[in-house]
């Protein structure tokens, strides 16, 4: 049965048409970021918020509700980006792959939000089997759209599957070297380079091409 909406005071505009469910998914995403799922509370998301913890009750059955409602949305967001990405090739696999590799790389950048609160939900996934299925959903994806990049490249499967999975990995290494707490522009560069270097530039220098 849906819980009942709280009554609005006669005269004054309600916290619950001041805030859009997005205000609510937002001020979630940042109370991860923070401190882990663990710090994600409604009294604590409706003072950040300003409003009055009842007005929560407008948009979300219950604490699980949200934590299903942020993920799913991170969950479309990131599938999304990954099929933006496909369609925008160029006629130059390789400059394809290293405009692909910057994009992957900003993930973890100056704020490091995005990646924070995919380690958080990372984390969540390890005691969560809906959140580990998500995720394994989500990994698939990249690896389609990795797989799908280099095989313009390579135009061979077998290599453009190891390629990407060696591709993901060293990404995925990258965001946790970017995110130590003397990291550097310098060790920025140097992990672009060698990612480019050894899984995208040597690859082009051997690649087949039209005749």
């Keep these: 049965m849906p819980r009942a909406r709280p009554a609005e005071k006669p005269g004054k505009r309600s916290d619950a048409q001041r805030l859009r469910r997005d205000d609510w998914l937002d001020a979630a995403f940042e109370a991860v970021v923070d401190g882990g799922f663990d ?3 409604v009294v604590a998301l409706a003072q950040s918020l300003g409003v009055t913890r ?4 407008w ?6 509700d949200l934590v299903k409602v942020l993920l799913a949305r991170w969950q479309q967001r990131e599938i999304a980006e990954g099929l933006r990405i496909q369609g925008e090739s160029s006629e130059d696999p390789q400059a394809d792959l290293l405009q692909l590799l910057d994009l992957a790389l900003a993930r973890g950048g100056a704020d490091l939000k995005n990646l924070r609160f995919e380690l958080a939900l990372r984390g969540l996934g390890r005691r ?3 959140v580990a299925q998500m995720l394994a959903e989500v990994d698939a994806a990249r690896m389609a759209l990795f797989e799908a990049k ?7 499967v ?4 190891d390629l990407a999975a060696l591709f993901y990995l060293a990404v995925t290494g990258g965001f946790q070297a970017l995110a130590r707490p003397n990291s550097s522009a310098r060790m920025a560069d140097y992990i672009r380079g060698v990612i480019a270097d050894h899984l995208i530039r040597r690859q ?3 690649a087949p091409t039209d005749a």
Excluded: I
């Design 150 to 156: 280099f095989l313009r490249l390579t135009r061979d």
């Design 128 to 130: 969560d089997p809906w």
């Design 59 to 64: 948009h979300f059955a219950d604490h699980a």
């Design 158 to 161: 077998k290599s453009s599957t």
């Design 204 to 206: 082009a220098a051997t």
């Design 54 to 57: 009842g007005s929560f009750y």
């Design 39 to 41: 710090q994600l509370r």
